[in-house]
């Protein structure tokens, strides 16, 4: 499944197509999977902020 593009003007239509695309990535994960698949996800999220603050 390809990755949507948000629109400049972030709409609540691109919040239903964000949440379209992460239920398709993870409805066929165990509950196992997509715990690591979060946790994956935030942990990078922590990293670039850490990243930023140190800047």
Partial sequence: MEKHVLSPNFTIE??????????EMTKHMTDEERM????KAGRAVQRKLEKMKAL
């Fill in 14 to 23: 691109d919040i239903h197509k964000l949440r379209e695309h992460n239920y």
């Fill in 36 to 39: 690591d698949y979060y946790n």
